[in-house]
């Protein structure tokens, strides 16, 4: 809220960020949070309650979403993402509304309305940045009117929140944004980010090592995608677990939207022993059990990377579970 107040003060959004303690959203949210920075110039704690009940609703309406599908399902996957749920509530974040956004685009693509998707999906890409790598998923369909929709309305969201500064600052904030995004210099909480940069760092790895093995996973997954075809669910997301361990950054409340993929896994069917096992450390590993306890054993999971180790291996079982799966016969190519 403090950068939207910035905004209604015709400043730059960025210019008091302090990248010690994160990052800042990007512009467009501080133009979506305008109307709870007018409510909390009166009461801080009403605009806080206001964006909490708005949260509850949209988790409400996921659940009763994947509750079609099942709610023994539905209900493990919410665990398998229970403390980055807790902890977005805790930190008053945005990844409720963001899930909400992914599961209506999911919806909205299995019911053939690309455009309603792609909107969704542009939205959440100018709140957030990076689920706009869930856009590729109208590429691999080749649904390229419903790919140009999504980002064209993530760049106009995201140019008509800094037009109010002048046509000259435009740039230069969007500029400001990708500095503080890239910066990464956490240090007042450097075990926090728990993206797979961090993790090779961690284990000694340098930015190239990073970036290869990251473009390999794209790689990868985009292969064994176009492949096999599955449907909306399972695409986003895969691609959704890509774009929170390969963001330059990834607090433990952006885990909440490996949701999808969790949902996606568990109504595929059985399947085999290893994987059934593998998907219970997964499990695990993702719902934040193991660093529940004292400080210095969630420091000492942090530190070894819990959740992105976890987030990967859910990623593998995901692609195992493609690979095992008959492919789908195109229309467009035929078998």
Known sequence: MS???R???GLAPFG???PSVGVPWP???????IPFALIAR???????ALWVAGSVACLWWVLRWAGRRGWRPALLALAAVAVPLQTNFEHANIAAVLLALVILAVAACEAGRDPRGAVALGVAAALKAFPALLLVYFALQRRWRALAAGAGI????????LLPLGATQVFPSVRDWLV???AHDWATQPAADQSFAALVSRLGGSDVVTLTLSILAVIVTLVILVQRRPDALTSIGILAVLAVVLAPFAWVHAFVLLFPAWLAVLTAGPLAPLPRFALVVAGVGTSGLLT???????ALMLEHSVYTWSAILLWVIVLFALRARPVTPDPLRGT
């Open 16 to 18: 008091a960020a302090d």
């Open 7 to 9: 905004l209604l003060h």
């Open 180 to 182: 503080l995004g890239l």
């Open 27 to 33: 512009p467009f949210s501080a133009v979506a949070l």
């Open 3 to 5: 950068q939207s107040e």
């Open 42 to 48: 009166l009461s801080l704690p009403f605009a806080k």
């Open 292 to 298: 529940i306890g004292p400080r210095a054993l969630r």
């Open 154 to 161: 993530a760049a106009a969201l995201t140019l008509i929140a």
